[in-house]
């Protein structure tokens, strides 16, 4: 089976349209962000903020990535995404492995 680009399968994913509609939604935070703190936010709350949107972008930018229309790209952000995985699992083995051996084994 061919592959086809997400934009001829019903999902407008690139193009002019796409980046005017991004561009009207980033204009319309621009402007309504500053209209709407009427009050002064925390900075913890400002840090929650840009997390949260920074978690969605990077979330739009691995589904845009593993969608790419070269078949190389795809393959090489799978193989990013797993191996970043990899490594987190490995780590998170790693502390409970050294938590558990520092809690029964040294105290």
């Not at 900075?43 to 990077?58: D, E, K, N, R």
């Not at 090489?76 to 938590?99: E, H, R």
Request: aromatic share 12%; proline share 6%.
């Amino acid at each position: 089976k061919k592959w086809t680009p997400l934009s001829r399968r019903g999902f407008p994913h690139r193009g002019p349209a796409m980046a005017l509609s991004w561009r009207r939604w980033f204009l319309l935070a621009v402007l309504l962000v500053p209209v709407m703190a009427e009050e002064e936010s925390s900075p913890v709350a400002i840090a929650i903020s840009v997390m949260l949107m920074g978690s969605i972008g990077f979330q739009m930018l691995m589904f845009y990535l593993v969608n790419w229309p070269d078949r190389d790209i795809q393959r090489y952000s799978w193989q990013v995404i797993s191996q970043t995985i990899s490594i987190f699992c490995a780590v998170l083995l790693f502390q409970g492995c050294n938590g558990l051996v520092e809690e029964r084994l040294i105290e």
